[in-house]
């Protein structure tokens, strides 16, 4: 795998993302404004996250300490980030599902807490059959059952589960761009 613009799947993942992920929204609430040139450095680095930022300057028309700022306050933003991103079978994580979850009362709280969970690497809340969809990473089968039973189970306002055992990942790419 190499570095993309995703949030890491490592074991060293551990405790609230809360306080390590910057807010993706501006001062005023409203989501950073992006000009075509910011869009662009993202899709250079999202087509190579290590690329050097003499190459991408080149590439977009800025020089390497411009593109070093720009870079720096998308990451500061919240609008990307940039990690290694790997197999979980290669580091030992030999179980993923993806869990939907219905809740009763405060699906935002619910959501907060799962987010906690250094387990869950994806959290939405969505419209339709579940309040929210979580993915989670673990060791083994074992781990799985405990992360559903014992704690995504025992959040209060967690009403219902179903989990999707993933048997096989086919694809996973984050080269969507900018579009």
């Known amino acids: 795998m190499h570095s993309d613009l995703v949030a890491s799947r490592s074991a060293e993942q551990k405790g609230s993302r809360e306080s ?3 807010s993706r929204e501006s ?9 075509p040139v910011s869009l662009a450095i993202i899709e250079q680095l999202q087509e ?3 690329r050097p930022y003499a190459a ?3 590439a977009v028309g800025l020089s390497e300490a411009a593109v070093r ?3 720096q306050k998308l990451l500061d933003q919240g609008v990307m980030q940039i990690v290694a991103v790997t197999d979980p079978l290669t580091v030992g994580f030999r179980r993923q599902a993806m869990v939907g979850v219905n809740v009763e009362g405060d699906v935002e ?3 907060d807490a799962l987010s906690a969970m250094s387990e869950c690497e994806y959290v939405v809340m969505t419209a339709g059959s579940f309040d929210l969809m979580v993915e989670i990473v673990c060791e083994d089968d074992d781990h799985l059952l405990d992360v559903i039973n014992k704690r995504i189970r ?3 306002g967690v009403r219902s589960t179903e989990s ?12 969507w761009g900018t579009r």
């Open 20 to 22: 390590r992920e910057p």
């Open 27 to 35: 001062r005023n609430g409203s989501s950073p404004q992006l000009d």
């Open 48 to 50: 190579d996250g290590r």
């Open 56 to 58: 991408i300057g080149k």
């Open 69 to 71: 700022q720009r870079v």
């Open 109 to 111: 709280a619910v959501a």
């Open 154 to 156: 025992a959040v209060p």
């Open 164 to 175: 999707f055992v993933y048997l096989k990942l086919k694809k996973q790419t984050y080269m």
